[in-house]
């Protein structure tokens, strides 16, 4: 008599088994590891969008009230006039009326929330605009996702926000990229 060759039944429901084990155990490692490997892809691009966000506000004067033409007098001193000037008061900070991104003249123009897909983003914060009008992109899918709020405060010698003019802005801005993080940066405007 000869021995039959292949698998039982429980042999086969055996090794099923195991192989189902296997591939769950295999998806539950691999899976989060394919969702975190575009982590740096987002965190390349984040940095990108700050840096050139605060390279566009850091070169606008300190203050409306400073000579945003040449430099040759800064708020808070008379004006080639001889006429005194004053720097915005930290309560008024923020874009003047009938500003847009392309005529900002001074860092505080830019608070506010800054978004690419859907306003709502924003949440509580003041809507400034849509990121691809403070960019000048022609495409909101260069930056679809991300979300941009940007704070300006005076700050005093001990470097926490001030309530009172003081020569130096503190220009914080946030990038969110949603579910791939959050990632500030902070500079610093002095009034020279």
């Known amino acids: 008599m000869r021995k039959p060759n292949g698998f039982t039944l429980v042999e ?7 192989i189902g084990f296997a591939m769950v155990t295999l998806i539950s490692f691999l ?17 990108h969008l700050q840096q050139s966000i605060m390279s566009r506000i850091l070169s606008r004067a300190f203050d409306e009230q400073s000579d945003v033409q040449g430099g ?3 708020c808070g001193e008379n004006n080639l006039q001889g006429e005194a ?5 930290p309560a008024s900070l923020g874009k003047e ?21 859907n306003a709502s983003d924003c949440g509580a914060t003041t809507v400034a605009g849509r990121l691809t009008d403070l960019l000048d992109m022609s ?6 996702h991300f979300t941009v709020f940007i704070s300006v405060n ?16 503190r220009i914080q801005l946030n990038v969110d990229a949603g579910n791939y993080g ?8 002095g009034n020279y």
């Open 97 to 117: 009326s009938g500003e847009s991104a392309d005529t900002f003249n001074d860092v505080d123009d830019y608070i506010g929330c800054w978004w690419s897909d």
């Open 85 to 89: 000037t004053t720097c915005t008061a």
């Open 12 to 18: 086969s429901i055996m090794a099923m088994i195991l």
């Open 139 to 144: 495409s909101a899918s260069e930056y679809a």
């Open 72 to 74: 040759q007098y800064r």
């Open 31 to 47: 899976y989060p590891q394919v969702e975190r490997s575009a982590t740096p892809h987002y965190q390349m691009r984040a940095a």
């Open 154 to 169: 005076y700050v005093g010698s001990s470097g926490n926000v001030s309530s009172t003019i003081t020569d130096l802005k």
């Open 182 to 189: 959050s990632y500030p940066l902070v500079a610093f405007r």
